[in-house]
């Protein structure tokens, strides 16, 4: 059974970069898109970001276009999502997750409902 667990959140200033770290275990991530969300406080979760099972597909929503960059390293079992220029509104706790495809895919999806795991979260938060 897949398990992810997230790292590199902490706090940033407006404009700052962070680099979150999703690293899997349990089984390995050559079969599964994997795509980032968030939730911020009385909100519902969103999509960020994903990327399909051989890297050479992502998606990004309109919101973090241009300023994330979703990667996965598949040797390493780790998906990362580097995050340049934030802002406040970018404060979330933010998730990865893995959709199983064991056939592959051409596109990664971005509705949650596709995703069968999930970290436990990182907390970004973005303040001066």
């Known amino acids: 059974q897949l398990q992810l667990v997230e790292s590199g959140g902490g706090l940033v200033q407006p404009g700052g970069s962070l680099r979150l770290s999703c690293a899997a275990s349990?089984?390995?991530?050559?079969?599964?898109?994997l795509g980032w969300f968030r939730q911020a406080p009385g909100k519902e979760r969103e999509v960020v970001s994903c990327?399909?099972?051989?890297?050479?597909?992502?998606t990004y929503a309109d919101s973090v276009k241009g300023r994330f960059t979703i990667s996965r390293d598949n040797a390493k079992n780790t998906v990362y999502l580097q995050m340049n220029s934030l802002k406040p509104e970018d404060t979330a706790v933010y998730y990865c997750?893995?959709?199983?495809?064991?056939?592959?895919?051409?596109?990664?999806?971005?509705?949650?409902?596709?995703?069968?795991?999930w970290g436990q979260g990182a907390q970004v938060t973005v303040s001066s």
């Open positions: 997750a893995g959709d199983y495809r064991p056939l592959g895919q051409a596109l990664c999806s971005m509705r949650p409902g596709t995703y069968d795991y």
């Open positions: 990327i399909s099972t051989s890297g050479s597909s992502t």
């Open positions: 349990g089984a390995t991530l050559n079969y599964y898109g």
